[in-house]
């Protein structure tokens, strides 16, 4: 596997620093157990809240987020602990992984429960937007199996996707401080010394950045045709039926909840992927940081670079938060917003149960 490879072993001897601003055990034990709590929460609440639910597309939607939450609760279990120990044991990744089996897997473990949110997000959007601008083929050819199907490939295909480095084709290295593995971004290292990295590694990093990036505007693009339709249905909500009037509370819900995710989505991930393609079009890495001298400054791109990462890994624990456990209190906020605007709230109608900020209230009840 590719997690045994040079450039990731010599990473790897580094000794851990004990004393840093930036490294800290402190940090993923934190995100572990908030991570756990919060994903284990959240499955909770969809599975009682999915038996109770009649409606298909609320069906829909909580499997999505059921489906979010597990992905989220899984690559939380399958590297956190990891990255604890290795802290814990205050010795270099080298000695603890000889072999560099652990680092392909932690590695493999990053880049699916990397992709794999970024793709659900993506699915959860299409899906909303389908409903509210295209409904009768949505409501013909959208079931539940369909839902099923669509995260089951999702996940394969997240999964192939990180199998790419057992074909030969990318690696993963030991990545600063040396107590995780990632996507190698190159071999050339953060002083621009080294060989240069080969194809195989260059398209591998850069399709995952652009991967990522590409779900992340997908996500942006549908979410803002359902915000473009859900206000042409606010401005003819006089004219509309009481079913219309019923969907339109049950979509309203579920785009507020994605508008949250989207700007979690992007500030949580496009400190990263922009990075690595950074770092990819200057042939830089961060897979050799090291200080071989107390004189010696490491380089900034080390410290952005973990930050970033711990910026991705805060996604995992905002997800459940965002989608559903803070629910109510995203809807009440966006109920002050709504009552403010001209466009969808008139003043001879404000405080009547066709109005947009009833409609979101009855639907946060």
């Not at 602990?81 to 590695?107: N, T």
């Not at 107590?179 to 290292?189: A, V």
């Not at 090291?290 to 990462?309: I, Q, S, W």
Request: glycine content about 8%.
């Amino acid at each position: 596997m590719a997690g045994g490879r040079a450039p990731a072993a010599a990473a790897a001897s580094l000794p851990l620093p004990r004393q840093c601003g930036s490294v800290s055990v402190a940090y993923p034990l934190a995100m572990m157990i908030t991570g756990i709590v919060g994903n284990a929460l959240a499955m909770l609440l969809v599975a009682r809240s999915y038996r109770r639910k009649d409606s298909k597309r609320k069906k829909s939607f909580l499997l999505c987020i059921g489906g979010l939450a597990l992905t989220d609760l899984a690559g939380q279990l399958l590297t956190s602990p990891v990255v604890i120990a290795v802290y814990l044991s205050q010795r270099p990744w080298q000695r603890l992984d000889p072999s560099g089996r652990l680092c392909s897997f932690f590695g493999l473990s990053m880049t699916t429960f990397g992709l794999c949110p970024l793709f659900i997000a993506s699915a959860m959007a299409v899906e909303r937007a389908l409903a509210i601008r295209a409904p009768h083929w949505y409501a013909s050819h959208m079931k539940t199996r369909a839902t099923r199907a669509v995260l089951l490939a999702v996940w394969l295909a997240g999964l192939a996707f990180a199998l790419l480095p057992v074909a030969g084709v990318g690696h993963y290295a030991v990545q600063w401080p040396g107590t995780w593995c990632f996507i190698g971004t190159g071999e050339r290292g953060a002083n621009g010394t080294g060989p240069a990295p080969g194809r195989g590694d260059l398209f591998f990093a850069s399709a995952f950045a652009f991967l990522g990036l590409a779900a992340l505007a997908v996500t942006f693009v549908c979410n803002l045709a359902t915000i473009k339709a859900l206000v042409s249905r606010c401005r003819a909500k006089a004219t509309a039926s009481r079913g219309g009037a019923q969907w339109g509370r049950i979509t309203t819900e579920t785009v507020i909840q994605l508008m949250g995710i989207t700007c979690v989505l992007s500030a949580c991930w496009s400190p990263l992927l922009i990075m690595m393609l950074k770092m990819i079009f200057n042939q830089t890495s961060v897979e050799h940081c090291k200080m071989p001298k107390p004189e010696t400054k490491r380089p900034k791109e080390c410290d952005f670079f973990l930050t970033a990462v711990r910026l991705a890994s805060l996604n995992q624990i905002l997800d459940p938060w965002v989608y559903l456990l803070l629910r109510k209190i995203l809807l009440r906020k966006f109920c002050q917003v709504a009552n403010a605007m001209s466009s969808c709230s008139h003043d001879g109608q404000k405080g009547q149960p066709g109005s947009l900020a009833n409609e979101i209230v009855q639907t946060g009840a």
